[in-house]
């Protein structure tokens, strides 16, 4: 029962969710379901990047390399799987790319101290550049990655239809690494070492944690889940591979991640708000809201400015500032993130 | 320097007895105790077993030496500690105390010679070598990561745990509870680190130390935060310790508690050991010279103060603190031009953040700070400055000093963009050095040129820029907070002697000091603080150490 | 950094203590070591170089010929080097719009927002006040400026008081942007010839508001560089110039020296995005003589860049900014020359950039110890 109190408030958060969403399926019968589709659909590569931001943080390390890596992972994951003909070496190619930038990351911020945003910056100009110069068009992949239908859970009403049904494995794997971190951060050894590192890494040094050492694994691994978010992009959500085609999505995670206070589940909701938010911008440009004709005045050229493809687009990156704004000073950064450590620096 | 003469109530200080260990030095129980070859083979002097001799010798360093760069923070270094001994290591700041216990503890390898633990002298790794080999550290600063719990503190680095995956916080909370019984120091295990007063934190790092078996126990500064009363009741449990076998090293620069508790004492001066002493056999005139090389003045000469007008009045001050707790609760006090008025207490109690309400640097919830005709109350600290107040602030690395800057700019840090170190928005460089030579004379900063770096100097030199800066423009209100933290005894007297001339001048100065002897030796008035508000006041000639220490500690 | 130049500490005398450890968290300004750096960068430089040469070879082209064809359609063929300097003046603009803000601490990767909203808005008071001749220019960077500053003016306001950082704000706002202005340029401001054509663009800016070129040199260029030099002496021999360096160099002092944190974040910001701003509008009046989305092409992100490239220093972003302009513009007759596809240029400049950054270059030459080499270093939990 303590437990309940405890998280009192996200559970009230939860049902008043549940219940809006019950409401609007109900309502808008005929495009609800496609929207919360929609929306899951856009959530899932935010769900991953927005962990590999968590999983970095969380043991000091600002990535902002997290498009950059998505990016590679997505061209190597298509690419690997067209000239092989297998789509599991496309996928393994694609998240071992994500593990060799992640390392990158690693090592130039934990062991060689460079600043790290810059080696963000570094990562994903480098990633464009390669991607961009060795993009060849008129691949195609050799088949699709396999959907996954999960037998009981997929017929619980509208949750099921959307998560559980439908979806590559990815989709899947998306939700148990959400619940998966959050559990070994919060209730693992390895999980408390983290935190204490990005916290207050001379506590863990003088405790006997190797500080670099861990620094270094988990902003390496984690680098797996962005080589899997780009995997999804050009081998699942699409088929092809487009330059430039994480679009931000990487900064994105990171503004999850953010609001998500640097907590995996909240993260993860996060990623649906947003997922939402882009489903809501669709459909409003597919409903072909708008001025008949030319606007005549200020205010008619203000709602055709508001109800035109090009500004409903810009919806979710608004929505991105407005939540940030709203949410200044009541999330709290890791104390130590971003600090490069020196031993003996007490 | 501190006041050496025991008042009632402190430990005894005579004839400590011969250092305590297990009393059994027979071959039998050196067989047994023994962890290498090489150990028990080493001469009965070195061993410590054989005749009439104490006990086994716990840490064993040779000839060690550590530099960094062009300095040499450790010159060949010998000292030992037998089981059961309490050794103090006495010294001013910068003599390379921390950096030898770092040594010790596997932040920092030597350069040249060894340490051994219980007769091996492989190398000591990295802190979870020493931890291992049963070292166990109290940092000055605290170790403890601030957002977690007493028990996650504890834990961490040997956590228990289910299956050796899934953390088992009940049994961490076992251990604190049973840790905390069997030490006499009580806390909670579930309370956050940073919502517990800093005495308390105080505890949980000793016994974070104390929760690895421990053969050795090293202490840097274990006291700097304690008021007396904590600080009595700490040296008691060291001796407990020490009782029961376990080795205290202990670094300090007080030497009261010295020869309050130890039994040894090695004296480290610029680095290397300059005197090595039974605690018995010295006292505190002795342990200072051997300190400073020279004959110390223990208390500085001043005239008596003529105070004039109350130049700062600050009136039923509230301040809340970085986590939005009220940490200035009503706090009310008069500093007259021509008189130093000291505040004393222990850190924690508001007195930071009523020195950045008073520069501007803080908002201030309600009521009133004046400076003469001037209300402060809503100042910044540009207004401030150009109000007259001088302020030297307790941190000056992250506050009174850009390091990356030269000790010339540094020199103008709050005048930059007044005449003549500007024009009209333009810098004019030649006035800036030309402030920054005169300054350097007057105020003995070593250094080969104002041009350099500020980062690059030592702790002394970057206070004297400090105190140069802020006292060079004439202020009519000095703050000083914590003015000789971390600073050489040479400087300290500098910096104590500048700071009653500014008073000779006119200034009225607010002292603000965790050196209860600091306190004691400059203020002309004294007020007491705790908990966010002044629960005393009096004159400094009037002034009872114990009482102070009550009233610092709550006793009111 | 003040010309007061810090020079090497000399060892403290015997007698002294140690130096204090230095809390350089965020403090870490290499542009202090002018000449070790210039060797790095040299140094780096010739790897890039012969790392690409490895990669071109893999393409079946001879590096050697591609570097000369490179080098000739940038500086030697007729109209060649004009039209280099024409591509390097608003690389120029695009740097400065990251070294400013980088000096106080923050890291604005918006040029590619700042410069469209510059370039569409220019353009289109240009062309509205065309009639006034060259005032018409003027008014078109005017606006460009004050256009592109009021980006920079909500990442600031966002950042000073809402805590968001520049970094997601900056690259959420690139995206606004480009919808904004697609919009207008697909709504009021589209040309008449725009709508039956089919390509979005504005209208024509006259001729007489058109910037062009003095003996080969364009107008753009002689305006971009004075703006680097402008912001080297401000940055190095003005008060606010010092109040940049102190916030950027250790934000608490600032705050205790009296400067008001908040409005020099701020400054930075709008400074920053109007210099890109102007960059839009000089290459709206000087190249395209009008608005249309593709005109920011690469010239936001090459500012990024460049700004690493030139460690921070106004004045490095001129010879920066015209090794990025040669080699876009010697991209193209390289395509045409031997095949390879003008990416080259982003897979070039990401090695170049790359060796460039990674602090272990200067460590392997200099052979000296590890200290957190940073072109400056960045704020993110605070």
């Known amino acids: 029962m303590t437990w309940v109190t405890k998280n009192r408030t996200t559970l009230i958060l939860l049902a008043v969710v549940a219940v809006l969403a019950y409401v609007f399926y109900i309502v808008a019968n005929d495009i609800a379901p496609s929207m919360f589709v929609a929306a899951w659909g856009y959530a899932i590569p935010l769900v991953l990047a927005s962990l590999v931001g968590v999983i970095g943080e969380r043991s000091g390390v600002v990535n902002i390399g997290i498009e950059g890596q998505m990016l590679i992972a997505a061209f190597a994951g298509f690419f690997a799987a067209a000239y092989s003909g297998s789509i599991l070496v ?33 990562l994903n100009i480098v990633a464009t550049g390669i991607t961009s110069f060795y993009y060849t068009p008129g691949q195609l992949l050799p088949g699709v990655i396999p959907n996954l239908d999960i037998p009981l859970l997929q017929d619980i009403p509208l949750v099921g239809e959307v998560f559980f049904s439908g979806r590559s494995w990815i989709a899947s794997f998306a939700i148990i690494a959400a619940v998966g971190v959050h559990l070994l951060l919060f209730h693992t050894r390895w999980g408390l070492r983290t935190r204490a590192v990005g916290e207050y890494p ?47 999505r990487g900064f994105l995670a990171l503004a999850i991640m953010i609001m998500g206070a640097w907590r995996p589940l909240r993260a993860f909701a996060m990623a649906l708000f947003f997922g939402f938010i882009n489903a809501v911008a669709s459909q409003l440009q597919q409903s072909g809201l708008g001025v008949e004709g030319e606007p005549s005045n200020i205010l008619e050229w203000i709602l055709d400015a508001l109800t035109s493809p090009q500004i409903l687009a810009t919806l979710p990156y608004v929505a991105v500032l407005v939540v940030l704004g709203l949410a200044a000073g009541r999330v709290r950064a890791p104390g130590a993130v971003g600090q490069p450590y020196v031993k003996g620096d007490q | 320097m501190s006041d050496p003469t025991p008042t009632g109530g402190t430990p005894e200080v005579e004839g400590t007895p011969h250092p305590r260990g297990h009393g059994d030095t027979s071959p039998d129980r050196l067989e047994r105790i023994a962890t290498t070859d090489a150990a028990r083979e080493l001469p009965p002097e070195r061993s410590g077993f054989g005749e009439g001799v104490i006990g086994e010798v716990l840490l064993d360093i040779q000839h060690l030496s550590k530099s960094f760069g062009s300095v040499h923070a450790n010159r060949d270094i010998t000292l030992n500690v037998h089981r059961g001994e309490i050794v103090a290591l ?224 600050i009136q039923d001050l509230q301040v809340k603190d970085d986590r939005d707790l009220t940490a200035v609760d009503g706090f009310s006090l008069d500093v007259r031009a021509g008189e130093i008025v000291g505040v004393a207490g222990v850190e924690g109690n508001g007195q930071r953040e009523l020195v950045e309400a008073l520069a501007g640097m803080r908002k201030v919830v309600s009521g009133q700070m004046t400076l003469g005709d001037l209300d402060l109350t809503k100042a910044n600290p540009h207004q401030t400055h150009h109000a007259g107040v001088g302020h030297i602030p307790e941190n000056r690395e992250k506050h009174g000093l850009v390091s990356a800057y030269s000790i010339a700019d540094n020199l103008v840090l709050n005048e930059f963009d007044q005449e003549p170190y500007a024009k009209n928005g333009v810098r004019q460089f030649s006035a800036v050095r030309e402030n920054a030579e005169t300054l350097r004379d007057e105020f003995d900063i070593r250094s080969s040129s104002v041009m350099q770096s500020a980062g690059s100097l030592s702790g002394g ?12 423009f004439e202020p009519k209100l000095l703050m000083a907070a914590q003015p000789t933290r971390g600073v050489d005894v040479g400087s300290i007297e500098f910096i104590h002697r500048r700071i009653v001339d500014a008073r000779d001048r006119g200034a009225a100065v607010l002292l603000v000091s965790a050196e209860l002897d600091e306190i004691l030796s400059l203020s002309d008035r004294i007020a007491v603080v705790h908990g966010g508000k002044v629960v005393a006041e009096m004159d400094g000639k009037d002034a009872d150490r114990t009482e102070i220490g009550r009233l610092m500690a709550g006793d009111h | 950094m003040s010309d007061t130049t810090t020079e090497k500490a000399a060892p403290p005398p015997a007698g002294e203590e140690p130096p204090e450890e230095q809390q350089s968290r965020g403090g870490a300004l290499a542009y202090l070591i002018a000449h070790q750096s210039a060797v790095v960068i040299v140094v780096a430089l010739v790897i890039a170089l012969l790392i690409g040469a490895v990669l071109i070879r893999a393409q079946g082209v001879n590096p050697w010929y591609a570097y000369e064809t490179l080098i000739q359609e940038a500086l030697f063929y007729p109209g060649a080097f004009t039209r280099t300097l024409q591509k390097t003046a608003p690389l120029v603009l695009t740097g400065l719009a990251v070294v400013l803000p980088l000096r106080v601490g923050l890291f604005n990767i918006g040029g590619q927002g700042q410069f469209a909203m510059g370039a569409a808005m220019g353009a289109w008071v240009a062309y509205l006040a065309g009639g006034a001749g060259f005032l018409g220019a003027v008014l078109g960077m005017v606006a460009g400026i004050v256009f592109g500053g009021l980006v920079g003016l909500l990442v600031g306001v966002l950042k000073a008081y809402r805590g968001v950082h520049e970094v997601i704000s900056t690259i959420m706002l690139n995206y606004i942007v480009a919808g904004v202005t697609f919009w207008l340029v697909v709504g009021p401001l589209q040309a008449e010839r725009s709508k039956t054509s089919g390509i979005p663009q504005t209208e024509p800016i006259p001729e007489s508001a058109r910037l062009g070129a003095v003996a080969g040199i364009p107008i753009g260029f002689v305006i971009a560089v004075a703006l680097a ?154």
Not at chain 2, 116 to 132: C, E, F, Q, R
Not at chain 2, 461 to 472: G, I, L, P
Not at chain 3, 272 to 286: I, S, T, V
Not at chain 3, 344 to 367: C, E, N, Q, T, Y
């Open chain 1, 90 to 122: 496309g996928v393994l190619a694609g998240v071992g790319s994500g593990l060799i930038a992640g390392g990158f990351l690693a090592w130039t911020s934990v062991r060689w101290r460079m600043d790290q945003i810059i080696a963000g910056v570094v």
């Open chain 1, 202 to 248: 001379s506590a863990a040094d003088t405790a006997g944690v190797n500080v670099e050492r861990l620094r270094l694994v988990n902003v390496t691994l984690a680098g797996s889940l962005a080589g899997l978010a780009g995997v999804y992009l050009s081998m699942d959500a699409s088929s092809t591979f487009e330059r430039g085609m994480t679009a931000g």
């Open chain 2, 90 to 313: 006495l010294g001013e700041n910068g003599a390379g105390k921390s950096t030898l216990v770092n040594q010790i503890f596997g932040l920092i390898a030597p350069d040249t010679g060894t340490v051994s633990v219980k007769g091996d002298s492989t190398p000591i790794k990295d802190p979870k070598d020493a931890i291992n080999r049963g070292i166990g550290m109290v940092h000055q600063h605290f170790q403890l990561v601030p957002v977690m719990t007493v028990a996650e503190n504890l834990m961490l680095g040997h956590e228990t745990t289910k299956g050796g995956i899934v953390l088992d916080i009940e049994g961490a909370r076992r251990m604190v509870r049973e840790l905390s019984e069997r030490h006499g120091l009580t806390v909670d295990p579930d309370v956050e680190v940073d919502d517990l007063p800093v005495g308390t934190q105080q505890r949980v790092e000793i016994l974070k130390a104390l929760s690895r078996r421990v053969d050795l126990l090293i202490l840097d500064e274990p006291t700097a935060v304690l008021t007396p009363q904590e600080t009595d009741e700490l040296l008691g449990v060291m001796k407990e310790l020490a009782a029961s076998g376990t080795s205290i090293v202990f670094i300090t620069h007080k030497l009261r508690e010295v020869l309050a508790v130890s039994d040894r004492v090695y004296v480290l001066r610029q680095g290397a050991v300059v005197g090595e002493v039974a605690t018995k056999d010295t006292d505190a005139t002795g342990l200072a010279t051997m300190m400073v090389g020279r004959e110390v003045v223990l208390s500085i000469d001043k005239e008596a103060a003529t105070p004039k007008e109350v130049v700062l009045s």
């Open chain 2, 461 to 472: 030199n970057k206070q004297k820029v400090v105190v140069a800066r802020e006292m060079s």
């Open chain 3, 229 to 382: 030099v402008l912001c080297w002496w401000m940055l190095a021999r003005t008060t606010m110039g010092f109040r940049f360096n102190t916030v950027g160099a250790n934000k608490s002092a600032a705050g205790y020296a009296g400067v008001s944190i908040n409005r020099i974040v701020i400054l930075s910001l709008v400074f920053g995005a109007g210099l890109a701003g102007l960059g839009g509008a000089l290459e709206a009046e000087g190249t395209l003589h009008r608005f249309e989305p593709a005109i920011v092409g690469t010239l936001g992100f090459d500012g990024i860049t460049i700004a690493l490239l030139a460690r921070a220093n106004p004045l490095a972003t001129i010879p920066a900014a015209f090794l990025v302009g040669v080699l876009r513009t010697g991209a193209a007759g390289l395509q045409f020359s031997t095949g390879i596809a003008p990416e080259i240029v982003d897979l070039l400049l990401a090695i170049i950039l790359l060796m460039v950054s990674i602090p272990v270059l200067g460590k392997w030459i200099f052979r000296s110890r590890a200290d957190k080499v940073s072109v400056a270093s960045t704020s993110w939990g605070s």
